[in-house]
């Protein structure tokens, strides 16, 4: 088990984004659930401080600190997929209901937070032998918002898209 684990801050929102989180991949599961003991700016009595959980094996806080502060892409969350279609019910999922796509791979989630969802065969075709193969990935990821594996594997290969 890590000694750290990353603090996420919400406004109110804690106990919800962590449930919404943890439903999304295996080996997920809320570990605890404090509440308030007094009234305080984070909340009411009763009303929830901090959710841990785990996601995927790494141990999370959830922390409802009061006012809300925006996250940044400074600090992203990223994701390694199997196939296209772990890719696809992940980016669905975390742009559903107000997140927002954006490009590489990347978006944010309803509640601001980034997240990179990531093929592993992105790693084949961006560090492959052929460097020209790996160049034209590149250029076909710059332009994908969700990261699209056979367009991938066409751009290395030099096929266009079918």
């Known amino acids: 088990m890590s000694k750290i684990s990353p603090c996420l801050w919400f406004d109110g929102e804690a106990e919800e984004a962590a449930n919404f989180y943890v439903s999304l991949l295996p080996g997920s599961k809320i570990e605890k659930v404090q509440k308030n003991t ?73 509640y601001g937070l980034s997240w990179q969802i990531v093929p592993n065969a992105l790693v084949q075709y961006l560090g492959g032998a052929d460097r020209a193969g790996a160049q034209r990935a590149m250029q076909a990821m710059l332009q994908m918002g969700k990261l699209d594996i056979a367009g991938l594997k066409n751009a290395y290969e030099g096929r266009s898209a079918a």
């Open 38 to 110: 007094v009234d305080s700016p984070a909340g009411k009595v009763g009303s929830v401080l901090v959710v841990e959980f785990t996601l995927a094996g790494q141990r999370f806080m959830a922390l409802n600190g009061g006012t809300r502060f925006e996250y940044t892409h400074a600090v992203s969350f990223k994701i390694d997929c199997a196939d296209q279609a772990e890719v696809d019910r992940l980016w669905d999922a975390l742009c559903g209901n107000g997140g927002k796509p954006e490009r590489c791979g990347w978006l944010k989630d309803r």
